[in-house]
C-alpha cells in the first residue's frame, strides 16, 4: 500500500512552518509500498505530530494524507481499527506500555488483538535477540527505558503491518543494542515485504534508506 501525503500542515505550527525549507511539510510526497524512509528533524520541529497524523491520533492539519486510494480522514471507526491492526504498526515515542502489566503480557496482549501473527514463543525469541529475556516478568513500569523502549519494539513488531511507524525508537538505546533491534527490524519487515517511517533527530548508520527526508 502507497502513502501519499499532499500539502499537509499542522495547524497551529502553520505560522512558524511558512518561513522553512522542509521535505515534508506543504509538500507532495509519495511513499512507495516496501520502502525505508528515514525523517530527521531537530526536536520540537513537529516528528511527532507527523507520525500521529499518520496514525490518524491527530487530524489539526490541512491537506489530506492517502493511505492506498483513501483519504485517512474518511475512515470510518471500524476500518482504523483495522488498519491499525492489519497494515501499519507504531511504535510511539512516549512508549505507551501499560506499567502495571508485565513485558511479556504487553507484548502479549498485542499479540492476540488480531488472527495471532506468531506463537507465543516468538515473545521469547525476539526477547533473547534484543537481550531482554531476563525482564519479561517484570512490571513495564519498573523496568528501565531502554529496556521498555524494547518491549515496545517486540510489541510492534506482533502484528501484521504493511508499515512500520517508529518515533526516535532508539533513544534510550547503546549503539550494540541498537545494531540489534535494528537488525530485527529489518528481518520482519523483509518478511512482510513492509516498508517503515523513522524519525530521529540526527543521521545514523543503522538502515540503508530509500528516502532520506528533513521535516
Ligand atoms: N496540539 C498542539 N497544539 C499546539 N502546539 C503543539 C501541539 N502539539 C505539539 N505542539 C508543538 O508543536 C511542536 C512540535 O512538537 P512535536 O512533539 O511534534 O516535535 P518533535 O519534533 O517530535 O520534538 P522532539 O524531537 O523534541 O520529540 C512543539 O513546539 C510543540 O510544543
Known amino acids: 500500500m502507497q502513502l501519499q501525503i499532499q500539502q499537509v500542515v499542522p495547524i497551529p505550527l502553520k505560522p512558524n512552518l511558512l518561513n522553512r525549507q522542509s521535505d515534508i511539510w506543504l509538500k507532495g510526497i509519495t511513499f512507495l509500498p ?5 525523517i530527521k528533524a531537530a526536536s520540537g520541529t513537529g516528528k511527532t505530530t507527523f507520525i500521529h497524523f499518520l496514525y ?7 491537506g489530506n494524507i492517502f493511505w492506498g486510494d483513501t483519504d485517512i480522514q474518511n475512515f470510518t471507526p471500524a476500518q482504523l481499527a483495522q488498519h491499525r491492526q492489519q497494515k501499519i504498526s507504531i511504535v510511539f515515542q512516549d512508549l505507551r506500555l501499560f506499567p502495571n502489566l508485565t ?5 502479549e496482549l498485542k499479540r492476540v488483538m ?11 525469541e525476539m526477547a533473547e535477540q ?7 516478568h517484570q512490571r513495564a513500569g519498573i523496568c528501565s527505558y531502554g529496556e521498555q523502549q524494547r518491549i515496545a519494539i517486540i510489541r510492534a513488531l506482533m502484528q501484521p503491518f ?14 550494540e543494542n541498537t545494531r540489534k533491534a535494528a537488525a530485527l527490524i529489518t528481518e520482519e519487515c523483509n518478511k512482510r515485504n513492509a516498508g517503515f517511517i523513522l524519525t530521529d533527530l540526527d543521521d545514523d548508520h543503522y538502515f540503508t534508506y530509500h528516502q532520506n527526508l528533513v521535516l
Open 162 to 175: 504493511e508499515w512500520l511507524l517508529m518515533d526516535e525508537p532508539f533513544s534510550h538505546l547503546d549503539q
Open 114 to 124: 488480531q488472527q495471532p501473527l506468531y506463537p507465543e514463543s516468538t515473545i521469547k
Open 34 to 38: 516496501g520502502t525505508r524512509v528515514k
Open 56 to 62: 490518524h491520533l491527530r487530524n489539526d492539519y490541512e
Open 103 to 107: 513485558a511479556r503480557e504487553n507484548i
Open 130 to 136: 534484543l537481550g531482554i529475556t531476563k525482564i519479561l
